[in-house]
């Protein structure tokens, strides 16, 4: 909590217009709904300005579907990640207009549609087996309003493919690479452009490549300056973080 | 190299206003010098906007030495990092006006101060003890023109500290958080804000933190979403993305 | 065996109130049962001072249900972890009142209730997925006797959430703080309070978490001093050594 | 922050006693004193009820007397880990009741005797190369009050040096077990006393103990209940931990 | 092939009892017979003086089974390690005197029984999900013909369970010692022994456990002297290590 | 591409004889075809001089299908690796001369026979569990050309069957050597032979096998020189490097 | 404490020829002695028959010093290792007759032979570098009377230097193994002899050998049985278990 | 040894021409000579065609001169890796006419020239401080008897360097990659040619480069086919493969 707003908060108290016991309220009951086993955190649409998102993978597809409800409740557009088509099919019974975006393992349930983000994301992806995490960081910056380029299967053993489409990727204003094996083409991108680089590693690979490990190695120590490195197979977070780069272009942030 | 500038090229090479040995040699001789031990690349400039840094570490006082002249020499200016002060009395022997800045060990040789980057960049430290990356990446951001501002010694078992610095690092564009040991201070932050993090950890601690692994896993695993993470140590590559991001938002670029 | 009582089971000895061969046997069958596959340890109970528990992973639904009836024969009460449903379905065979505990994952056979320990445990988990861990370390401290509290769905990326909760955790006189992904609420929390900590890493997350690897060493890394970490998904042992610290504090410990 | 403190400030502010820039600068401005390289946190004291502890490895002796003197400025007790004679030299000029506690590498200024904790703290440690490690447990269980008692050199490849010292380690209230190579004393340990037992792994041993992580490993897969583990060479933190135990005991606190 | 075999052939070749052709023939066609995917070393009986030996996890059923018969058909013994009850119903159709060893999870195919080792192994384990792989050793050990005894459960946290066998591990004349977890016991068993100890560590355990590897560091950084550790779940190696220990004792090898 | 080739084809634009406009796209479209989830590399076969290998694992039945079917239509001879029989009736369906070739786990189609490479290639395996891979390198090396010869189960606990198959091993102009476990076989083999040797690690053994990663580390270590290593099982780069080393010895390549 | 020792002493105890007193004495106060910073175990040479060894690395020459004039003032043997020729010329001072080593890095203080062992124990070594690790075996092995047979700068990749020795590694008793980089040379040994193997992994090579790890885990997975492996440079170790194993063999034992 | 072999002699045994003493002395005596600490193997120059080549690190200057000079006393040409000035000066004391050549850390002492291989190495190195190792590639590969390019400061950053210099790669029979940090450069370059890829990682790099750990591994996973890789730092090894592979080409091998 900022000092600024303390202060504020304090001078009404001060002032009559708001109540020692209103004030504490206040601070202590932040906005956050406790369904039991996670606590709904309506505040961060107002906090971070972004909806919220449901990490899937270890979650019942019943607490799925309550916290998908409490958030679409609130009029929130909600993404969920790591799903699968299962899932979809019950949330979509009480949400008809969910969606399940299947090369992305995703389900977005979209009340309108998201306020646009200035500027473009181009997604470069290594190989084939890349797609889902390319995917699933395409769909995540979709969803935060993004315009998205797609450049698969660019791997660097055939630079020609990559060349042959550097224009597209040099047009955008953020860059995501996701690569596994050796992970070698964020820093061939990196050289190409001279917008900010999110790598992506991704466990695509076997024997030393350790599920991802190789990979995600190989993008800390890029020869290339401007590379940012998120988890092992962390499209969403690519995806997000493009996004809060892009947003600080928007005139209303300044 | 893009299709549109080749047409054009290819176009004048038509046109007769550029020979094809002209247009040959244009492609094959990019803008780079060879030193024998290293190639200065006089493009990178142009390229990417950016003036040429070097990373000190492993080369000889000679080989900076050589390489910062070169530099000067095409009126660029010039950034050297992981270096030392008998490093600078070298250098300073050719480049009057070169600095050392002992609490990040970097040289600087700056003819002129750099354009002015929109926006601020906030650098927060936990520790003592990580000011050394913490300043690097600070130097850095402020050679390339960005407005810093340092938020030190807030590691996360003193929320009172970092809490009371919280409208500090909300109010920049872009914020660098440096940290060691169990590196959670980007999660904290990262919750804080609603800006890109760029998450550095350090080497800083002992026994199990491996030499700053452990605080690189632990960003890598942020639960806070909008991290992006650089190399154990890389306060400069922290402070180039940073410059980066904030780069986008200039009017100039759109 | 202590000096001490060896002394007096000799002076027993020469008294003649003791024969040699029982003084022998006395100290050479200790009072533990053999299974066969399992020696069970009746003395624990004295010895220790708290009943038995069960590790069930591992162990067939036939060694776990023989354990029990042999511990529970004895009059002891009993708690079997990582368990299931099956087991206890089995288990209720010979043992009508042993309640399953889904959330935990545990069975519990008690004849009668614990021991109260005096003051409190303060169990925190960072998210959703931590749940079971927690909630093992809950049935566990509360098998043992102690009055537990549940912190739940309070990572550092909200910090407003584990704020609001501070006071809860504060009161407590241990407190269980149970974290995977980057392992950082240990931290926080021990910064937060004068109480022991007690760090349970967990194998959620994925990528370079590596089973929970990154967690475990952000806890051993804790820049807040009073923090003791046991294994990764150990709520068991958290919830013991809980209940050791707590029954330090009993008058007739003194 | 607790929700009951600040209830109390925002009487005080309505009732007037307290005006709503003192309240916000009371809230804002917590006791802590900025030396630039470091925030000396006076409020430490106050909050955990024990005095502050300076990490002296990393830090310059101009850096740690600087800190020392300010602390000890606020009549506070000081210790300093992980330090030399040199610094003592240094330390001493301006306290002159610095002392040098050579086998546990640790500088102590007391202005006066700490509370004394209720109970004792037993120090076993396997070989002769974990003094250091011990010696900085029990000289910072000693500086915080704690009665200490030193069972050294009882590795487990001798356990009748082990058995012999038994009784010593049974009538502790807290035992801290050092050990480096197999690391296997805290399981011994443990399962011969019914007491809160904090390991330690030591960066004793050579080649695949690989700088005592396979100490750590052992300890953390103890298979006895009721272990603690910090961090490899940590005896501070192990002092520490064992003295927050303690001082649960005292009557004061319940 | 030795220097003396060697000049030994070569004089017979020049006496004429042996062929040049018949003499290459015998350098060249080791007793060996190639069954396409494996060659069977019927050699290795004489070689060695140990029957062979299968390893069965990663080979096919029939390809057990054709090993099995053909040493079979050489009248030589046969043990099967990793393996199960559904091969063994397989190999039971040739071979109907093939033993299925459920504990041990091994198959035995004997003619005749072993000629007896001079001397006793003592196996002694951990824990209950040891048992496995000390019965593997424990059969290995009895069909190369050793005399065992098992000591089962005695894990180092109940030291008097340990302590009461201790009698029963001394008399034998190599120790073998099976534990997961910490691996603590051989350090401990070997501090009371004057003979060799075979240390296998077991993948028994979670989490920081990593599949054995605790262990298998503590075994190899045991305080104690006299430690020879082989793989992780080895009790076939551990067993025939004992035995060749063993057969050194007996007086038609000296 | 070349500066050569570059200059060749602007001299045909200056000539007229290349519009600027084909030019263009001679440079941009190189000739690979996109099938949405993977660019099919038709160039790779000129200019490589090498058919097209299709990596089996983590792609779908159809997509392998759809791949092999696109290939084929170009007339080029197309090889999948890491399959299975399932996927081999699918392909048959449409490429009725597609052979399964099971120990290998590999499908050819093969419209006619390949160029023959000079020389032969010897493929040498430790056990009979490192067939799988062995038969990949096999298939791979006859599918590019080369003649092979198997030289199977003479891992070095049995140095006579290695040594008795020395003759064919010698006499061939690249050795690949297969190998699990210690991964020993490659330093023997290279002290044999005056030729290049490459060396395979296989995921072949258990417990600090760690998957291949003691083979891996010994190959990588080999006190012999002259060895190259490819990653853990991966028979198919072991083939293929081993043809790319035998084309270099043709004439045509002169 | 044997049971059966326990019952001698009770029957004593009960007879009147021992006290309860002095039978409480002589159980805990078994015949080590303590220096302060460690206990001389002099009831070792009685318990395990073997004199002391002292690990010099980690220790003062001063506390060496004070630990060999103790065992010497016992009339016991003494081997230092790990140590260097300051801390003899040291020694010498007070033990006149004290040899170093300087191969070995040991110290000797003989005031006679050892008894000697049955059997002898070959020590095979790969390289050059091997040779102080091979040299600590030796002394060691010598120490506690073996006959001892060097078999150097044999490695794998040059097996005729091997099999050149075989006969002589074929006569010991024992053989000891001693080899960095890929650890290759245990697998082949045991390969050709009928003995027990022990493998001593060093800490030669460079890069992927990562100390010697790559060597050990190469020793664990060997293909071949009877091999018992000790830590990285471990020479003494594998000397001392190599003499237990010889011991078995003395007719006394049988 | 070749059964061929072994018939001839047998055969010459038979006709009297060799005794049966004289063969056994032949085939055991193979040609190498016994300095004590090392065995020089004069037979190596015969059997592998290559003079030989010693590892200088960890051998003292007097072995390393006395090495030399027998392998030059038997008119071989000698190369001496991983050595420094203080060698050279000894060396030359007796061998005037030995080199040093600084960059690659190497001494070579050449009596002749070498016999030349057909055809070129390519040597390709990513940055400046991987110029030790592609030189001690390149001073091996010329020292075999191959032609070598240097195509150095080529890092994948910055393409158009590459891209520049393809011609010279393109036109060599074998690459030899040289990369740390990331270890991208052999996966591009692989990309570009037709000819085996010999990739050699370097410990060039910080932080999560872990010593070249994170190059490895990125070679071992390349995405293209046709590259052998070999331990860190190993320019020796890869120079040496190279020359093993051209040799290959050579007519006189056909």
């Known amino acids: 909590m900022d000092p600024g707003d303390l202060r504020t908060l304090l001078e009404n108290v001060r002032a009559g217009s708001v109540s020692p016991e209103d004030a504490a309220r206040r601070l202590a009951t932040l906005p956050y709904e406790d369904l039991g086993f996670a606590k709904v955190d309506h505040h961060r649409a107002l906090r971070q300005g972004f909806p919220e998102a449901i990490f899937g993978a270890g979650k019942t597809p019943e607490q799925i579907v309550a916290i998908v409800e409490r958030i679409s409740a609130h009029g929130q557009r909600v993404l969920v ?143 290339a300056s401007g590379v940012g490195v998120v988890n092992i197979d962390n499209g969403f977070g690519a995806g997000y973080l493009g996004c809060l780069i892009l947003r600080g272009r928007r005139p209303a942030a300044d």
């Open 81 to 223: 990640t790591r799903t699968d088509e299962a899932v979809h099919r019950l949330v979509v019974e009480s949400q008809p207009d969910a969606c399940y975006l299947e090369a992305a393992r995703c389900i977005t349930v979209e009340a309108r549609p998201p306020a646009p983000l200035p500027g473009r994301i181009a997604i470069a992806a290594a190989g084939t087996s890349d797609l889902p995490v390319a995917e699933e960081a395409a769909v995540t910056a979709t969803f935060y309003g993004a315009e998205v380029d797609r450049v698969y299967d660019v791997g660097v053993a055939g630079l020609h493919r990559l060349l042959d489409r550097a224009g597209t990727i040099r047009e955008a204003d953020v860059v995501i690479v996701v690569a596994g094996m050796e992970g070698a083409l964020p820093s061939v991108v990196a050289g190409l452009v001279d917008t900010p680089v999110i790598a992506v590693p991704t466990s695509v690979g076997y024997g030393a490549s350790f599920h991802g490990l190789a990979a995600l190695l190989a993008m800390l120590n890029s020869c």
